[in-house]
């Protein structure tokens, strides 16, 4: 059975940092990735990376967020700097096009 679990969430203020990371078990997968939904919003790409390191940013997030993944732990990390107001969304784990994770909030408010 596939399951994605995502931690890392929660509040931070505009320009700081925070750091999510997805679980994966179930599945080696070709490619994983993160999307995020805002309130009120349709769910958008933020990053994939493929099992051998290549990466793909939506332009809202180029040069402020960085994926990556560790194949050996299943496991794939977004690393979110200078954080902004709009980046507030619940954020999803993503993999192999069908399968999701249940989604961590990120709040970025001062």
């Known amino acids: 059975q596939v399951q994605l679990v995502e931690s890392g969430g929660g509040l931070e203020q505009p320009g700081r940092s925070l750091r999510l990371s997805c679980v994966a078990s179930?599945?080696?997968?070709?490619?994983m990735g993160w999307y995020r939904q805002a309130p009120g919003k349709q769910r958008e790409l933020v990053a994939t990376v493929t099992r051998g390191g290549s990466t793909n940013y939506a332009d809202s997030v180029k040069g402020r967020f960085t994926i990556s993944r560790d194949n050996a732990k299943n496991t794939v990390y977004l690393q979110m700097n200078s954080l902004k107001p709009e980046d507030t969304a619940v954020y999803y784990c993503w993999a192999d096009i069908i399968y999701w994770g249940q989604g961590t909030l990120v709040t970025v408010s001062s």
């Open positions: 179930g599945s080696i997968f070709s490619i």
